[in-house]
């Protein structure tokens, strides 16, 4: 097969949306097939790979930021197998420069309690003390209450744009500006806005600063697997500068095998997802991913303004993005989950408020009506007829809230996650 013709046919294709989307599919699949057998750990054998994997950084880079004069032209990352090992390398990575920059020997992060349950899972790992700080009254990281908790242990802060409970961006300039007092990492959660929020800027919506064009970002997550439209477990670690990477890295020189070194926590990585994504960009590019943001953005406001059409309903927070929360004090929020999961839909339960939400993507946009009546009518039939319905999970999700001993709801998750397997 000839590569540059795959190349050529993908970018001067300029039709209709939808075959656009199908010729990505058609290139993504023929991707992930022809290097379904190939590993970039062996940099010197699959070499395609490996550039594969670089131009798929730096063209995550370009998107946020790489063109900017603070970066020096010296953002760099590494592709991974989604969010939370994007995750866990910048924190684990951000452990261990702080420790030779500072010598923190006992490192400590705060993040708002809006922030990935990844964060909690890299600090288990990492053997890092982990600060939960409650949000703000607009569901924002509250940048005073972080900044009481830094203190000469502290290694790291956290923002998200978007966060995954609400869909609201943290101020990402004030903690980029708090960082860079104190000397410490920054990290920016873009897993759900990377391949989102630079093209809504783009298509004039008003998306506050949220990229390496901020001080004090130091490295960033995004998953090109979620809007990039890229085959699932594909996900890009971003840092500021090749100081910071470093960090990552594992190298090993006393083992009888032979020199190691391995960029990421897994050591065989599959070429084939690698592959996939490269096509992916290649053939959406910019244009395709504008018309997609344009198309998403335009049904999350659709979605939005039927929502606050139901009286029984109100939307947690302003949502900046794709994701949009919603609660009520009327009806058990739950039950209404019940009910839409019973008519096709899935929607995560939320805590803190008990609410849902609804990750909007290009599948919403031909059935958005059907979504709202669904929603109006479970809505009126929880109200009228109050109670769980059989088989439902709203008695185990409002139980669980109202537990105070959060350890015995843990027991209950492990327990559940065991006797899955």
């Known amino acids: 097969m000839c590569w540059s013709k795959n190349i050529e046919l993908a970018l001067l294709i300029q039709t209709s949306f939808v075959m656009r989307i199908c010729l990505a599919h058609c290139f993504i699949r023929t991707s992930l097939n022809r290097f379904a057998h190939t590993n970039p750990l062996h940099l010197d054998v699959f070499q395609s790979v490996v550039r ?39 924190v684990k990575s951000s452990r261990d420069y702080m420790k030779s920059k500072k010598g923190i020997t006992r490192a400590e992060m705060i993040i708002p309690e809006s922030a990935h349950s990844a964060y909690d899972k890299a600090a288990q790992y990492f053997k890092i003390k982990l600060w939960r700080v409650p949000v703000n009254k607009e569901f924002q990281a509250d940048v005073k209450a972080i900044r009481r908790y830094i203190n000469r242990n502290t290694i790291l802060i956290v923002g998200s744009a978007p966060g995954f409970p609400h869909g609201i961006i943290d101020p990402i300039k004030e903690l980029g500006e708090l960082a860079s007092s104190y000397g410490i990492c920054f990290h920016v959660d873009l897993c759900l806005g990377g391949f989102v929020l630079p093209f809504a800027r783009k298509l004039g919506y008003p998306i506050p600063p949220f990229d390496f ?27 500021r500068n090749h100081d910071i990477r470093k960090h990552q890295f594992v190298a090993v020189t006393e083992w009888s095998g032979g020199l190691y070194v391995s960029p990421t926590i897994a050591g065989s990585r599959p070429g084939g997802l690698i592959a996939g994504a490269w096509a992916a960009m290649i053939s959406l590019g910019q244009e395709g991913y504008l018309e997609n943001t344009e198309k998403i953005m335009a049904l999350s406001k659709k979605i939005q303004s039927g929502i606050k059409e139901i009286p029984e309903l109100f939307i947690v927070g302003k949502p900046d993005m794709t994701i949009i929360a919603f609660a009520s004090d009327v009806v058990d929020i739950f039950e209404v989950n019940d009910l839409m999961s019973s008519k096709g839909w899935h929607l995560n339960a939320l805590q803190r408020p008990n609410s849902l939400h609804i990750c909007l993507t290009l599948q919403h946009v031909p059935v958005a009506d059907e979504f709202l009546e669904d929603l109006r009518t479970s809505v009126h039939t929880v109200k009228a007829n109050p109670g769980p319905i059989h088989g439902g999970l709203a008695p185990i999700y409002g139980a669980a809230g109202r537990m105070p001993d959060r350890g015995m709801v843990e027991d209950l998750l492990v327990n559940f996650m065991d006797s899955a397997y």
């Open 213 to 239: 064009s901020v001080e004090g970002v130091t490295s960033m997550s995004v998953d090109v697997h979620k809007y990039g439209l890229a085959p699932k477990g594909t996900s890009v670690v971003l840092y």
């Open 52 to 90: 594969f994997e670089a131009e798929v950084v730096a063209m995550t880079a370009a998107l946020l930021g790489s063109g900017e004069k603070d970066s020096a032209g010296q953002i760099c990352g590494n592709m991974t197998s989604g969010g939370t090992e994007s995750i866990l390398l910048a």
